[in-house]
């Protein structure tokens, strides 16, 4: 599904992530984990396509697309989605308004009808059921005023209604209290499909005792620099982040 | 981020879609501007004696009068002697017609613009009234208002039916005096709509009057007038589009609006004039005097505009509040692309006991755009317990753009409460890469935002104008710089 090859990417002519490489298939949960500023975000920044980085070697392929080329709406048509670590506002828009749009584009471009009102109601109100949100909120500007947990709730709830391909997450699970994190992991859960794969980018093995990952990767100064099973976390969670520099050291 | 820029540069310019001509016999008046001119015009419309006076008198003090220059705009200056006060379709020279014997080719403009004017196709629930150059060219649903007690016509033709009303009410909010472009309108002025809500009426569909420049070389000069009589109630919509031409036109108007007591106004503008091109070449200069009077206590009126069009527009709807417990009301987005300037605002007079306002203005610049806010809120000596809530939201787009806010406050009674609020933002790159994120196109993610930043000023308006100024929104952004 996707191929990060040699990915070099600097900003300001300061290198973030110096030659990642990555293979993820479809139906895969992969867990990125690594100290704050190893270039996590930026990777997930890349694949969905924000402005601003020098990407100066390497190449991502997309089934088989180049995904580089593409620009931020295309991938989001090809089934590229990124929950935000810190998810945007944008006042005076509902937040209803604003999954009926991005629905809408996404049909659009796979060439189905806009849901009519009553359908897409409907969908989106399961979805929120088995979020546990409030209607209300789609009702509310998107992310207006919302708590931090409310915000990575609704990410999921656009992930949900929008059924991408490619699930790129980004601390989703930083700020979720303990039922929230349940609610949110069950919610991903829900999601996984063998055409469907993950990348879930989390500091605690917490959310990978409810989301099982199939491979672990560690991330420290924009590489990668261990990958293993789930069992990689929990050494990771018990040494710290010291023990892999040490036996990358040694 | 620089990149992000390119996508909201590629959105590709779309032609102003009302910039069509008419091609129509005109009568037209020769340029230049004189007395007998204003004989002339007084003459074609078989005026009484005190109006021909009234006009006369208007245009003796505007030649005393200076151009004003304290405006945040910038224009060379302009020869009224080169602009022609009167044109008329020939078809209209004996004056209104009944609908079926109006020149089909005007029937036809008032079709592209989606204002229909046939039985069958009228809109439901709005009467129009089609000002087209200087002359009104038609007016639906006149009869079934009439049933209701309402009087909504021609200004030209109140003045024919019902010339104790014009005597009793006209120039009462906006003298003939008041300022420079007032003074002139009040000498030339050729047509208009005029509106009376009888007492205790509230009317039965919403009025609306669409303004049409056709002819080159003239201005327009239009002059509206409500009456909303005690306890009545009306929804009053103005729209107003003009051709594509490269010399600027002048469109000066006067709109003056009395509220008795326990009456209600709500009056709603999207304006569309031509904007000029996306060099600043062409487009009307849109110099308006619009006055609401509050006269007795109780009464209530609100503005809100959406001005996206016009190459420089220049005007202050404002609220006397001579009433108690009186209640005034603006709210505005003004949009400013390419090289378009505004300066544009509100003035508040509160000299009622509990009088209130609000202001909510909304200003949007891109491309090379100039939007200045100028607002006046004035606390009488008697204004006992007077409120004010102002904000002031400036959204940027773009580094070659500007946005100006000039509020000025003077309070005689101190137990006046005044609150201003005021922000400027920046599109942000985040909000429309989130969007774009999430599968929505770069032009409608700025759509979006832009709506969503116009929204208390959109929920004011009624539903089919709220949707038509959203689309217009949109369309007068589109080819701007993020
Ligand atoms: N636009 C930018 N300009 C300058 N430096 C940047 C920019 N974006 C990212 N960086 C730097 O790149 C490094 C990686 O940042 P990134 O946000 O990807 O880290 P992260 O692994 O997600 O960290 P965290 O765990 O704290 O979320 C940091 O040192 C950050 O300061
Ligand atoms: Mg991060």
Known sequence: MLKIENLHVSVEGKEILNGINLEIGAGEVHAIMGPNGSGKSTLSYILAGREGYDITEGRVLFNGKDLLDMSVEERAWAGVFLAFQYPVEVPGVSNIYFLKAALNGIRKHEGLSE?????????????????DMDEKFLYRAVNEGF??????????????????????????????????????????????????????????????DYIKPDYVHVLAHGKVVKSGGPELALELEKHGYAWVEEKLAS | MAASNENLKNMIGQEYKDGFVTDIESDSFPPGLSEDVIRAISAKK???????????????????????????????????????????????????????????????TYNKLGIPLEEQMRLAGVAVDAVFDSVSVATTFKDKLYEAGVIFCSFSEAVKEHPELIKQYLGTVVSQYDNFYAALNAAVFSDGSFVYIPKGVRCPMELSTYFRINAANTGQFERTLIIADEGSHVSYLEGCTAPMRD??????????????????????TVQNWYPGDENGVGGIYNFVTKRAECREENAKVSWTQVETGSAITWKYPSVVLKGDNSIGEFYSVALTNNYQQADTGTKMIHYG????????????????????YRGLVKMGRNAENARNYTQCDS??????????????????????????????????????FYCMQRGISAEDAVSMIVNGFCKEVFKELPMEFAVEAQALLGISLEGSVG
């Open chain 2, 353 to 372: 006991k509990n009088t209130s306002s609000t202001i909510i203005s909304k200003g949007i610049s891109a491309g090379h755009g100039q939007n200045t």
């Open chain 2, 46 to 108: 078989d005026e009484p004696e005190f109006l021909l006076e009234w006009r006369l008198e208007a245009y003796r003090h505007w030649l005393t009068m200076k151009h004003p220059e304290w405006a945040f705009v910038e224009f060379p200056k302009i020869d009224f002697q080169e602009i022609s006060y009167y044109s008329a379709p020939k078809s209209m020279e004996d004056g209104p017609k009944s609908l079926d014997e109006v020149d089909p080719e005007l029937i036809s």
């Open chain 1, 115 to 131: 849901l009519d009102a009553m359908d897409f109601i409907t969908r989106v109100k399961g979805k929120m059921k088995d979020l």
């Open chain 2, 395 to 432: 959204l940027l787009m773009g580094d070659q753009c500007g946005a100006h806010t000039f509020p000025y406050i003077e309070t005689k009674n101190p137990s006046a409460t005044l609150e201003h609020e005021a922000s400027t933002s920046k599109i942000s790159e985040d909000q429309l």
């Open chain 1, 147 to 208: 708590s931090g947990g409310e915000k990575k709730r609704n990410e999921i709830l656009q992930m949900s209604v929008l059924e991408p391909s490619l699930c790129l997450l980004d601390e989703t699970d930083s700020g979720l209290d303990i039922d929230a994190l349940q609610i949110v992991a069950e919610g991903v859960n829900r999601l996984r499909d063998p055409n469907r794969s993950f990348v879930l980018i989390t500091h605690y093995q917490r959310l990978l």
């Open chain 2, 247 to 268: 010399e600027n036109q002048l469109h000066a108007a006067v709109v003056e609006l009395v509220i008795l007591k326990d009456a209600e106004i709500k009056y709603s």
